[in-house]
């Protein structure tokens, strides 16, 4: 059973960077996509990031393209998401998120089928 824990939310400032840590206990980790879905108070959760399972390949919302990188260290089963240039609109629970099977899609938030228990990261002006 896969199981993630997310950690490194809380306050930043506008304009200010910090990274987001997900530790998985999966069996299948090095074979599995992964990425970062998060939700925002009133609006429905939407992708922000995705890996490929080697690390390889990467994928992005718009919003947060050129500002957030994700990557992803196999051989200590964690995904990391940097994100730079925090805007207020970042604002919102964080979710590491992992695809479903070995191999799969990691673009959008119907690819991932298991996620952990969020972490808040609050953006202010």
């Known amino acids: 059973q896969v199981q993630l824990v997310e950690s490194g939310g809380g306050s930043a400032q506008a304009g200010s960077s910090t990274t987001l840590s997900c530790a998985a206990t999966?069996?299948?980790?090095?074979?599995?996509?992964m990425g970062w879905l998060r939700q925002a108070p009133g609006k429905e959760r939407e992708f922000v990031a995705g890996?490929?399972?080697?690390?390889?390949?990467?994928i992005y919302a718009d919003s947060v393209k050129g500002r957030f990188t994700i990557y992803r260290d196999n051989a200590m089963k964690k995904l990391y998401l940097q994100m730079n240039n925090l805007k207020p609109e970042d604002t919102a629970v964080y979710y590491c998120?992992?695809?479903?099977?070995?191999?799969?899609?990691?673009?959008?938030?119907?690819?991932?089928?298991?996620w952990g228990q969020g972490t808040q990261v609050t953006v202010s002006s």
């Open positions: 999966d069996d299948n980790f090095n074979s599995r996509s």
């Open positions: 890996v490929q399972w080697s690390g390889g390949r990467t």
């Open positions: 998120a992992a695809s479903r099977g070995s191999f799969g899609s990691y673009s959008a938030v119907y690819d991932f089928d298991c």
